[in-house]
């Protein structure tokens, strides 16, 4: 029997959600952005047209469509279609859709379809009671993420899902949607005041409705048009999207920025590690890193700067240190690079590792107490400040001699490549 309240509230609630919520688009002709998965004759388009989807997950930033295009397939299937929340789902309840799916099944050949929003989510033990569901096929399961799948789901369950990435969306995608919410809450913008907007929400739909939402209260409320003030007081500060993959993703583009010698672009990853709330130690520890790894003795000062920063970074702290800490990355984008240091330790490492500890020439080993010159250790050893032909001397291992490990490929700043060897 229907509960009469519930209906009405249901109604109610319809009416009174979000401007995203009522905005959603209702199959894939509604749908905005995403086109190199969703063109006209794409393999997923085809799928959910004709009802043939298997078991995929949607990874993608906030507001990209995730969410949406589970709801298309939601309407477009005959399957019987079961929803869960990650947040909230127990083990319990995915066995309790998977025995539903069974008795379907069995009873009346039914497909079922479940959609598992914030799939990562799912601990293991909550993803293994999921998986035979799955590779039997009596789910397809449609999953979504914000957080990148390959660090979040199990391998097993995401080598049985077909991964989809969405992307943020683009400006022109987002203005798009909001000449839609324009005309559903009854106000008029021009593609000027549309466009910022968008670039304030970041290619999040759902940001930028509810932005638009918030502005449009605030101008129907003063009885005048839409203002750009309205908007800038409605969206107040644009959100940082700064998960697991952003913090990896930010910092390796900030580490190559440096490497690749463009202060420009080093700043603003810089900016972007800092306005997100990384650990400014951990930024701090990068550089210092990078300052031997890329640039070593082609500007040994990089290191001083490096390490200076990091030393400011503790006696000054945020936000003043944000000051050193751009010096410090702006010194290094520019300082000259090589990666000789680098190489030379790591094949150092290597050979020790295959060979092990080689002993060294009898004229370099510890003569320094009673009775080593009985075993050879110090004969012959030139003092090089005596004898400048000490600095022709090959000091490695016998086994060894001949080999080098620094060897500089070009000049850079003070690094000059090594002469041929002497070969006496």
Same mark, same amino acid.
């Given at each position: 029997?229907?509960?009469?309240?519930?209906?009405?509230?249901?109604?109610?609630?319809?009416?009174?959600?979000?401007?995203?919520?009522?905005?959603?688009?209702?199959?894939?002709?509604?749908?905005?952005? +995403?086109?190199h998965? #969703?063109?006209?004759?794409?393999?997923?388009?085809?799928?959910?047209?004709?009802?043939?989807?298997?078991s995929?997950?949607?990874?993608?930033?906030?507001?990209?469509?995730?969410?949406?295009?589970?709801?298309?397939v939601?309407?477009? @299937?005959?399957a019987?279609?079961?929803?869960?929340?990650?947040?909230?789902?127990?083990?319990?309840?995915?066995r309790?859709?998977i +025995?539903?799916?069974?008795?379907?099944?069995? &009873?009346?050949?039914?497909?079922?379809?479940?959609?598992?929003?914030?799939?990562?989510?799912?601990?293991?033990?909550?993803?293994d009671?999921? #998986?035979?569901?799955?590779?039997?096929?009596?789910?397809?399961?449609?999953g979504?993420?914000? =957080?990148?799948?390959?660090?979040?789901?199990?391998?097993?369950? #995401?080598?049985?899902?077909?991964?989809?990435?969405?992307?943020?969306?683009?400006?022109?995608?987002v203005?798009?949607?909001?000449?839609?919410?324009?005309?559903?809450?009854?106000? =008029?913008? @021009?593609?000027? #005041?549309?466009?910022?907007?968008?670039?304030?929400?970041?290619?999040?739909?759902?940001?930028?409705?509810g932005i638009?939402?918030?502005?449009?209260? @605030?101008?129907?409320?003063?009885?005048g048009?839409?203002?750009?003030?309205?908007?800038?007081?409605?969206?107040?500060?644009?959100?940082?999207?700064?998960?697991?993959?952003?913090?990896?993703?930010?910092?390796?583009?900030?580490?190559?920025?440096?490497?690749?010698?463009?202060?420009?672009a080093a700043?603003?990853?810089?900016?972007v590690?800092?306005?997100?709330? =990384?650990?400014?130690?951990?930024?701090?520890?990068?550089?210092?890193?990078?300052?031997?790894?890329?640039?070593?003795?082609?500007?040994?000062?990089?290191?001083?700067?490096a390490?200076?920063?990091?030393?400011?970074?503790? *006696?000054?702290?945020?936000? =003043?240190? +944000?000051?050193?800490?751009? +010096?410090?990355?702006?010194?290094?984008?520019?300082?000259?690079?090589?990666?000789?240091?680098?190489?030379?330790?790591l094949?150092?490492?290597?050979?020790?590792?295959?060979?092990?500890?080689l002993?060294?020439?009898?004229?370099?080993?510890?003569?320094?107490?009673?009775?080593a010159?009985?075993?050879?250790?110090?004969?012959?050893?030139?003092?090089?400040?005596?004898?400048?032909? &000490?600095?022709?001397?090959? *000091?490695?291992?016998?086994?060894?001699? &001949?080999?080098?490990?620094?060897?500089?490929?070009?000049?850079?700043?003070?690094?000059?490549?090594?002469?041929?060897?002497?070969?006496?």
């Amino acid at each position: 029997m229907s509960d009469l309240f519930a209906d009405a509230a249901s109604e109610r609630a319809a009416a009174h959600a979000p401007l995203a919520s009522r905005l959603r688009p209702r199959s894939l002709d509604e749908f905005v952005g +995403q086109r190199h998965i #969703l063109g006209e004759r794409s393999a997923l388009r085809l799928a959910i047209a004709q009802d043939r989807l298997r078991s995929v997950i949607f990874y993608g930033p906030p507001g990209s469509g995730k969410t949406t295009l589970a709801r298309i397939v939601a309407t477009a @299937t005959g399957a019987a279609f079961e929803e869960l929340s990650a947040v909230s789902a127990s083990v319990g309840d995915v066995r309790a859709v998977i +025995q539903r799916a069974r008795d379907r099944l069995g &009873g009346h050949s039914q497909r079922t379809i479940l959609f598992l929003d914030e799939i990562h989510r799912f601990n293991k033990s909550q993803q293994d009671a999921l #998986l035979p569901g799955v590779e039997s096929g009596l789910l397809t399961l449609v999953g979504a993420t914000t =957080e990148n799948p390959y660090f979040e789901v199990n391998a097993a369950l #995401l080598s049985r899902c077909q991964l989809y990435t969405l992307e943020a969306l683009t400006d022109e995608d987002v203005v798009e949607i909001l000449r839609r919410g324009c005309r559903l809450v009854g106000v =008029e913008a @021009t593609d000027e #005041l549309l466009l910022h907007v968008a670039t304030q929400a970041g290619g999040d739909a759902r940001s930028a409705l509810g932005i638009l939402e918030l502005a449009a209260d @605030t101008a129907l409320a003063a009885d005048g048009p839409l203002t750009i003030e309205q908007v800038d007081d409605a969206a107040r500060k644009r959100p940082i999207i700064h998960d697991r993959d952003a913090h990896y993703d930010v910092t390796s583009a900030f580490i190559k920025s440096m490497r690749g010698s463009d202060p420009d672009a080093a700043v603003y990853y810089l900016a972007v590690l800092l306005e997100a709330g =990384e650990d400014p130690r951990f930024v701090a520890r990068r550089m210092v890193i990078l300052a031997s790894e890329d640039i070593g003795n082609a500007d040994p000062g990089a290191l001083q700067i490096a390490v200076a920063a990091a030393h400011a970074l503790e *006696h000054v702290g945020l936000p =003043e240190a +944000q000051l050193n800490l751009a +010096q410090a990355a702006i010194y290094l984008a520019n300082a000259p690079k090589s990666n000789a240091i680098t190489r030379a330790i790591l094949e150092a490492r290597a050979v020790v590792r295959e060979r092990g500890s080689l002993r060294p020439p009898p004229a370099l080993r510890d003569a320094h107490y009673a009775g080593a010159k009985t075993f050879g250790h110090g004969v012959g050893y030139i003092y090089p400040h005596d004898d400048p032909r &000490g600095f022709d001397v090959d *000091h490695l291992p016998a086994e060894l001699q &001949g080999r080098r490990f620094y060897e500089p490929r070009r000049a850079s700043g003070f690094e000059k490549p090594r002469p041929p060897q002497r070969r006496d």
